[in-house]
């Protein structure tokens, strides 16, 4: 599978993505307005959706949970 067919991301890979530690990713995950998707115990961001929430929230400071 190439990167270009990845629809939804795990925390790990938005930590990787965004360089950043782990408790982190999960504060970013959990920051009101995140499209995050629960599924169980495991925490699912759809490509598109992020796309979208980053050119939304482009210079923005992002508050933390």
Known sequence: ?????????SVKD???M???SLSQAYGIVNSNG??????GGKILIEKKALEN???KNKGKKV???
């Open 18 to 20: 965004f360089k950043c």
């Open 14 to 16: 938005i930590r990787d």
């Open 63 to 65: 508050f933390l949970n």
């Open 1 to 9: 599978m190439q990167n270009n067919d990845i629809v939804m991301f």
């Open 34 to 39: 995140f499209p995050s998707i629960r599924l």
């Open 53 to 55: 929430w980053l050119e």
